[in-house]
């Protein structure tokens, strides 16, 4: 038995006595559209007798070119170039002189002519001929040639049989799929449904649906083809009341196993007789749309041996495969219909062709939706996209190009590229604010120089009690020790006036720094410039770097380099008297602004250097804890926004 459609050797079946379009052995050299001299693989092992003829006028052409004359009927036809030929019959192009147009005619052979070939002849005609649908190619003549043979006549069709384009896609032929994109096969597979819908609703079920025989031409045309394997409802009658005519015994029986392996149901492979079953078909379509989706035959396979060692397998399967399991990119309810239409047992399967067609058709409804959704969805991104290119510090251009990405988000919500321009918006904080927004910035960020004022407050107050231990030691100068004290008290009121104001300027730190670096300078006073003046320097600084813009930075170190090195150039000028002096390697300390009793000026210089050290390491400590809380909620912002966009966030 071959891998084609299979039917009883000998006892007048219908499929045995059109054999005639199981095989095309040879095409002339200028048929196109099907490379007919080799059937595809995908056909199941049966090729299509339908294909299109280069090198002669058109239709309208031959009209122009061919008066209207009625000729006897051996010469109506002139014989043209043979399209194919089977076991029982041929088909050829011939150009209708009455009509004036070319018409594929076939013809019964002479060496296979008998009643039962015969009755089977006009059967098939009566068939194809009855049912009236865009898809199904319409017969023009029935009759007797010259010499006794039986012939139809019926339009001839042009273009691209299903197989062969199937085949050349699995080939990654570019130009085939430039032409035959998923959604125009998905349409002409919609198309083919109905024709089928249409064929069991006037009684007729196929039985040989597959991909070669299905064509598609180049102006939207979707031809099915070969009805000589197909069974009328009135078949089964007639086998179920055992009055089947001589004639009728010669047509198909449910218990014979017919079709194309490949495309065939479980049950006709069984002993289904007398039945009528339109879901054979729409088995054969669930094949077809697995082929369609994934570029791969349901049953694989070349040879019959192999097809059956497939259903085989495929009987200890409790569920079809799914087009998901082969190919990706399938839409869900394409992958469902799939699996439904494919069901081993035929109550589970879809009720009908038109049942497929549906779920097809608002398939391709959402692509067109979803088309041009992506369209709309690239033109917000381009616009997004130049916004930025156009204005790079212009905030209110990037935030309409961040409402560009959100609106293409919105369209195509797994479209990376506007996930990851989306993502690089939010995240990268580069780019200049309004003027409103970074004055709300400044308002928010003075939270952090208010707890710094109050700290360096609380430095001063601490500072401003060490006045009691000085009082203590001794005091030698009273003007310089009481200018300081005043320094300090006049700083911690400014202090409390700008934190009362919230109002952070440039020249309040300007004027902040001022009043503590003169106030330094004076505490060099106490021990000289170089004991502790630059340790308490060294410690303000840095609370105030911390805090600081860029822009006055340098005015800052200017006024802290002067703390320290005014009050030494002050004595190199002999302004003061010295506070240092080296005899013999060594370094004496001169008591000026205080006196320097060993255990008070010991404790003075213990509590100084404690509180230099401590101070400064609790404000920096909770700028620190500040800073990082604000990082650690960017993070997190950033972190989940890499969550909502995956395949974005890996590529940043």
């Known amino acids: 038995m071959e891998q084609g459609r299979t039917g009883e050797k000998h006892g007048g079946a219908v499929e045995d006595a059109l054999a005639d379009t199981q095989a ?91 009643d039962r070939t015969f009755a089977l002849f006009v059967r098939e005609v ?87 025989n299905i064509m598609l031409g180049d102006f939207g045309e979707v031809y099915l083809l070969d009805w000589g394997l197909a069974k009328l409802r009135s078949d089964v009658a007639a086998e179920i009341d055992g009055d089947a005519t001589p004639r009728d015994a010669d047509r198909t029986g449910a218990a014979d196993m017919v079709g194309t392996p490949a495309y065939m149901a479980p049950e006709q492979f069984g002993s289904g007789r007398h039945t009528f079953d339109t879901r054979q078909d729409v088995f054969a379509l669930g094949a077809i749309l697995f082929e369609i989706l994934t570029l791969t035959r349901y049953r694989p396979g070349e040879s019959f041996g192999t097809l059956l060692t497939t259903l085989v397998k495929e009987a200890d399967r409790p569920l079809p495969t799914r087009p998901s399991e082969k190919a ?29 067609a549906d779920v097809v058709e608002q398939y391709l409804e959402g692509a067109r939706d979803q088309t041009a959704r992506k369209a709309l969805a690239a033109s917000l991104l381009a616009s997004a996209r130049t916004r930025i290119a156009s204005g ?110 919230r109002a952070r300027a440039t020249k309040h730190v300007m004027a902040l720094a001022a009043l503590l670096g003169t106030t330094l300078a004076l505490t060099s006073r106490w021990l000289g410039p170089f004991v502790l003046v630059p340790v308490a320097t060294c410690a303000i600084a840095i609370l105030f770097a911390s805090r600081c813009k860029r822009e006055e930075r340098l005015r800052l170190m200017l006024i802290w380099g002067l703390a320290v090195l005014a009050p030494f150039g002050v004595e190199l000028l002999h302004l003061s008297p010295p506070a240092y002096t080296f005899k013999a390697g060594e370094i004496i300390l001169h008591a000026r602004a205080l006196d320097l009793p060993e255990s008070l000026t010991l404790t003075a210089l213990a509590y100084t250097s404690l509180t230099f050290m401590v101070l400064p390491m609790i404000l920096v400590g909770k700028l620190r804890d500040r800073q990082r809380d604000g990082d650690r909620r960017l993070f997190v912002q950033a972190w989940h926004l890499r969550q909502l966009f995956p395949a974005a966030g890996d590529r940043q």
């Open 126 to 212: 009566r068939v194809q001929g009855q049912l009236e649908h865009p898809s199904v190619v319409p017969v023009y003549d029935f009759g007797l040639a010259a010499d006794g043979a039986p012939y139809f006549t019926m339009k001839r069709v042009r273009g691209e049989t299903l197989a062969h384009i199937l085949e050349r896609l699995a080939d990654r032929d570019a130009e085939v799929a430039a032409r035959f994109s998923r959604h125009r096969l998905l349409a002409a597979f919609r198309q083919v449904c109905l024709a089928v819908q249409y064929a069991h609703v006037r009684g007729v079920v196929h039985r040989d649906l597959k991909p070669s």
């Open 392 to 501: 790079q510090e212009d905030a209110s251009a990037r935030v309409d190009a961040m409402r560009d990405a959100i609106k293409a988000l919105a369209l195509t919500p797994d479209d990376v590229e506007a996930q990851r321009l989306l993502l690089s918006l939010v995240v990268d904080g580069s780019g200049k604010l309004p003027a409103e927004a970074e004055r709300e910035f400044e308002r928010d960020d003075f939270d952090v120089d208010a707890h710094g004022l109050r700290m360096g407050m609380a430095g001063l107050f601490s500072w401003f009690l060490s006045l009691p231990l000085a009082l203590w030691i001794g005091i030698r100068d009273w003007v310089s020790v009481g200018i300081m004290a005043t320094l300090t008290l006049v700083t911690i009121l400014y202090m409390s006036r700008v934190l009362e104001a």
């Open 328 to 356: 990706g990119d399938i839409a869900p309810e394409l992958d469902d219909a799939c699996v439904r239409a494919l069901s081993p047992e035929p109550g589970s399967r879809l009720d009908s062709a038109a049942a497929i």
């Open 24 to 114: 095309i052995p040879s095409v002339p050299a200028d048929i196109t559209g099907v490379d007919s001299a080799r059937p595809s693989r995908r056909d199941g092992g049966r090729a299509s007798v339908f294909a299109s003829v280069s090198g002669e006028a058109e239709p309208e052409d031959v009209a122009a070119s061919t008066p209207l004359t009625l000729k006897p009927e051996a010469s109506r036809y002139e014989a043209g170039p043979l399209l194919g030929m089977g076991g029982m019959g041929e088909v050829m192009l011939q150009l209708d002189h009455r009509i004036g147009r070319h018409v594929a005619k076939k013809t019964l052979l002479p060496e296979v002519r008998s």
